[in-house]
Every structure is written in structure tokens, then in C-alpha cells.
């Protein structure tokens, strides 16, 4: 197949755009229509830096991620964050949800399913760190410096990758043909030195938390099966927030030459095209992976933003930590390893749930996160202090239940209660009025459904809270329940 010229930019690859007719065409050729700028966006950033433009910080985002309780953390060097009580409640919202996400996806795939853990300071010494180190430095992985530190008087790095701690685990344990596909997961604190005018919050930090589930196989070939039902499942999960996505396929000349049926199944199950970077004979992809998908959605800058990917090694690649595997026969083979992030890191999910409450703003007025994210899920109003007890009653039944609940219980007129500024990130708001026997009279206000001054009784709000997606993403409220207790932090 004639792929023809391209690009000059990058001497170790070439880029292309695989329609989902299958055509490959060089990304200086291809005339991009007028519903494609979110992929013209995209090529810009890859193929042609220098025309996209750093764009500055929209400062409405920035506001909203920092009211909601994302901090840069004063006590370090700029990239670090630290979160208040509501960041914190998002944070390991985003934890929960996505476990649920890989253990539901082993389930179905019938992979046995282990999650670790793991250190975040490495001895630089150990021969097969040398090797990754080695190799990452040499294609500038995660920026262009890693964290080096000395401790008690020995050289030591950050972790850098989430795979480390996977790899070593797999490699210590006597792997046989009968155990493979097996997965391994571990949410991982990894530092990477970003560029200090290029940092946001939440978006672009040094140190963050990667989600991420290695599946060990047998061959590239098994690997590949699995891939496609990954990327079924990551398709899901994206188009349960945002329609608008863009695939950054990256591959070794050798695997497209064996495998270009298995590009085009992506294409075509995207119905778009996708951009495809080819890297030249014998060069591997960043660490020595045979083929990388980044999935891409925009912020409302228009800005890609990554927030899923898989890769496949063929586990021959010094990053891999050598893990082998033993045959019926009792030879040792290679394992193939998809590694695979099917909601980005930790922080940039909360950056694209918060980037999404802000679209939802400015097109119907309101900000909405899901329900299972919102830090409070339900703010009950005492209506004056004669209907206190009802709401405490209230709250502690839904609390049972494993709602987020608070109560606004200030000594306030209840107008200035309905105009609290945090009320625009909750999805139900409980007004509780005096004499209001067995709680048989709520008024009821939840604005994403369109559900205002409604009238309905404890059992029928239960029922519809936990109706929510995500209802049983038990995290606890982490902030004191009484909103009079909180103004210390909330002033």
C-alpha cells in the first residue's frame, strides 16, 4: 500500500489520517470539513506545534475548579495540588467509580481480577529501572526530567509510571500459560516534571493519581482480542459525558504492516477518522509499545484533552521488566501486556466532569456533575427553627443510606438559605417547613430534571435518589453536616 509523502517534523514518524472508509492519507493532504475542527485541533497540537497556540487559562474554569475546593498547595514547588473537603469527596467519587468500571469489564471478559499497590520513591540502581529510565529520557517521556532525589546518600527517582509497580508484582510471581489473561490495578501516585507556564489545575499537575489496569496475555494476538472489547468499553464510558471525542492512534511500522485490519475496525467502529502516527522501521513506540489509542475529548477552549487510553507491548521492550511466562512444554515466553486508563488520571476526570458542568452552564443554565461525583447530593433547609429537628431526622435517614446529605441550618431568612452559592453544584435541594408529620410534605427542587417547588414524601425522594446512576458510590461526606459548623472554611 502506497502511503505517499509527509511531514518533515518528526524524523522518526509520520502522520496520517485513517478515514472510517479506510483510506490513510498524509495530514498536510487531507482537506478537513467544517464539522471536523475539534480533529483540525488535534492535528495541530500533534503533527504541527507550532500552529497551536498555547491558549491561556479560561479564567471561569479556573474560578470553578478552585470554589469547588482544588488548591496549588503553597507548602511546595509549583504543579502540586491539595484539596478541601468537596475536592476531596470528588476525588475518591472518581476512585469508586472507576474500580466499578474495571472490576464490572474483568467480570464480563472472565480475567481474573487483582488490585495492588505500590511505593512512589525507586531505587535508580535497580538494573531493570536503569533500562526504563534509560529509554523514557531517550524519547522525553513525561517531560523532560524526572523527579531525582537523594536519599541517605543514594539516588533515588519518583515513580514516573504507572506500570512499575504492575510489572515488578508480575514479574516475581511464576506465571503458567493456564493463569493468562490476568489483570493487575493499582492507582498510582506518579510525578512528572511538567512545564511550569503550562500547568492548570487539575488538567496539567506534576503529581496526580493514574487509574490504570494492565491485562497480561500470551501473545500480541490474544492481547489484540481483549483490545477491542477495551475500546468498546472506553467508547461507553466517554459517551456517557460527551458525544464529541477524537481518536490519536499510535503504531509501529512492523504492527501496522501485520495488523492494518485491526485499525480499520477502529476507524469504522467510530464512524470518523482518526489521526495515525506510523513510526519508522525498527523504532518503537515511547516505551516500546507496539500500538497506543488516545482518546481525546476538547475542553471549552477547543483544547484535546487525553481521558482514556490502551497500549499493547509484545513484552521485548526494555521497559517491560522482562516478564515471561512458561508453556505447556515448560519454555518461557514473553507476555503481551495491554495497559490500559479507561478514565484518565484522578485529577484531569474531575477537570473534565467540572469542564462539563460549565457547557451544561452556558447551554441550560445550571451546572451539573453526576450525582455520584457531587460532593452533597442533597442540602436539606430547615424553613425556620421550628422545622430543625424534622430536617436533622431527615438527614440522618438518607446519611443510612449512604447520601451525602447537609443541612442548611443557619439563623438566616430562608431566601438568603436558597441563594447559597454552593447550591448551584447540588442536585437536590430539600426545603423541610414546620409541623411537617412524618415527613409527608417535602418541597423538592432538582433543576437537571426539571423538577421545581415539586411536592413529594420521604419514601418517593428515596426511591428517586436511588434510581441515580452511580447511587451506589458510597463515599462519606467529609465536612461537617450543619452548615453553621463550616464557616470557618466556607468564609
Same mark, same amino acid.
Given at each position: ?12 514518524r ?5 478515514? &472510517? ?16 475542527? #475539534? ?8 503533527? +504541527? ?16 475548579i *478552585? ?7 503553597? /507548602?511546595s514547588e509549583?504543579?502540586?495540588?491539595? @484539596?478541601?473537603?468537596y ?11 472507576i ?12 480475567i ?12 535508580s ?16 517521556m ?11 546518600r543514594? %539516588?533515588?527517582?519518583? #515513580? ?7 510489572l ?5 510471581i ?9 489483570? +493487575? ?13 503550562e ?6 499537575? #506534576?503529581?496526580?493519581?493514574l487509574?490504570?489496569?494492565?491485562i ?5 494476538a490474544?492481547s489484540?482480542?481483549?483490545?477491542? &472489547?477495551?475500546? $468498546? $468499553? ?9 458525544p ?7 503504531v509501529?511500522?512492523d504492527?501496522?504492516?501485520? *495488523?492494518?485490519? +485491526?485499525?480499520?475496525t477502529?476507524?469504522? &467502529?467510530?464512524? !470518523? ?7 519508522n ?29 490502551? @497500549?499493547?507491548d ?6 517491560s ?11 518461557? $515466553?514473553?507476555?503481551?501486556?495491554i ?5 484518565s ?20 443554565? +445550571? ?9 452533597i447530593?442533597?442540602?436539606i ?18 446519611? /443510612?443510606? *449512604?447520601?451525602?446529605v447537609d ?7 430562608? !431566601?438568603?438559605?436558597?441563594?447559597? $452559592?454552593?447550591? %448551584? ?12 408529620? *412524618?415527613? @409527608? ?10 423538577i421545581?417547588? %415539586? ?6 425522594l428515596?426511591?428517586e ?5 452511580g ?5 462519606? !461526606? ?12 466556607? &468564609?
Amino acid at each position: 500500500m502506497s502511503i505517499g509523502k509527509s511531514q518533515k517534523n518528526y524524523p522518526d514518524r509520520k502522520y496520517y489520517i485513517l478515514t &472510517s472508509s479506510s483510506a490513510i492519507i498524509p495530514v498536510e493532504d487531507y482537506k478537513f470539513n467544517k464539522t471536523e475542527v #475539534r480533529m483540525k485541533s488535534l492535528v495541530d497540537s500533534e503533527c +504541527f506545534f507550532k500552529n497551536h497556540k498555547y491558549k491561556n487559562k479560561k479564567i471561569k474554569l479556573e474560578k470553578m475548579i *478552585n470554589d469547588i475546593g482544588f488548591e496549588w498547595d503553597p /507548602l511546595s514547588e509549583p504543579g502540586h495540588m491539595r @484539596q478541601m473537603s468537596y475536592a476531596t469527596i470528588i476525588m475518591e467519587a472518581i476512585e469508586k467509580y472507576i474500580w466499578l468500571i474495571v472490576n464490572k469489564f474483568c467480570n464480563e471478559q472472565d480475567i481474573p481480577l487483582h488490585r495492588i499497590s505500590g511505593g512512589e520513591l525507586f531505587d535508580s540502581s535497580n538494573q531493570e529501572l536503569k533500562k526504563q529510565i534509560s529509554l523514557i529520557s531517550k524519547n522525553l517521556m513525561y517531560g523532560t526530567n524526572q523527579y531525582n532525589v537523594v536519599a541517605n546518600r543514594k %539516588k533515588q527517582i519518583l #515513580r514516573y509510571s504507572a506500570c512499575t509497580q504492575k510489572l515488578a508484582i508480575a514479574k516475581r510471581i511464576n506465571l503458567y500459560s493456564k493463569d493468562l489473561p490476568v489483570g +493487575f490495578f493499582e492507582i498510582s501516585k506518579s510525578y512528572r516534571f511538567e512545564i511550569e507556564n503550562e500547568l492548570q489545575l487539575c488538567k496539567r499537575v #506534576r503529581s496526580f493519581h493514574l487509574p490504570e489496569l494492565h491485562i497480561i496475555n500470551d501473545s500480541l494476538a490474544s492481547s489484540l482480542k481483549i483490545a477491542l &472489547s477495551v475500546h $468498546k $468499553k472506553i467508547l461507553n464510558e466517554i459517551e456517557k459525558f460527551d458525544p464529541e471525542y477524537e481518536l490519536f492512534c499510535s503504531v509501529t511500522n512492523d504492527f501496522f504492516k501485520k *495488523n492494518i485490519d +485491526f485499525l480499520k475496525t477502529i476507524a469504522k &467502529s467510530i464512524t !470518523r477518522p482518526l489521526l495515525l502516527a506510523i513510526y519508522n522501521e525498527g523504532a518503537n513506540c515511547g516505551n516500546g509499545i507496539k500500538i497506543d489509542i488516545e482518546y481525546k475529548v476538547f475542553d471549552t477552549l477547543i483544547s484535546p484533552v487525553e481521558i482514556a487510553t490502551f @497500549q499493547i507491548d509484545d513484552g521485548t521492550s526494555d521497559f517491560s521488566f522482562d516478564v515471561k511466562f512458561k508453556k505447556r512444554d515448560g519454555v518461557k $515466553k514473553s507476555v503481551s501486556t495491554i495497559h490500559t486508563v479507561f478514565f484518565s488520571s484522578i485529577e484531569r476526570a474531575a477537570y473534565f466532569l467540572i469542564d462539563r458542568a460549565i457547557k451544561k452552564e452556558t447551554k441550560i443554565g +445550571f451546572r451539573q456533575l453526576p450525582f455520584w461525583a457531587s460532593p452533597i447530593q442533597t442540602r436539606i433547609i430547615a424553613y425556620d427553627n421550628n422545622s430543625l429537628e424534622d430536617a436533622k431526622m431527615l438527614a440522618e435517614e438518607l446519611n /443510612l443510606l *449512604n447520601f451525602r446529605v447537609d443541612i442548611d441550618d443557619r439563623k438566616i431568612p430562608y !431566601r438568603s438559605k436558597k441563594k447559597a $452559592k454552593d447550591l %448551584k453544584w447540588i442536585p437536590y435541594v430539600v426545603t423541610v417547613e414546620k409541623n411537617n408529620k *412524618n415527613l @409527608q410534605n417535602l418541597i423538592i427542587e432538582n433543576k437537571t430534571k426539571g423538577i421545581i417547588g %415539586k411536592i413529594m414524601r420521604k419514601n418517593d425522594l428515596i426511591k428517586e435518589m436511588k434510581a441515580e446512576e452511580g447511587s451506589n458510590i458510597a463515599v462519606p !461526606r467529609y465536612i461537617p453536616m450543619l452548615l453553621s459548623k463550616r464557616e470557618l472554611l466556607d &468564609s
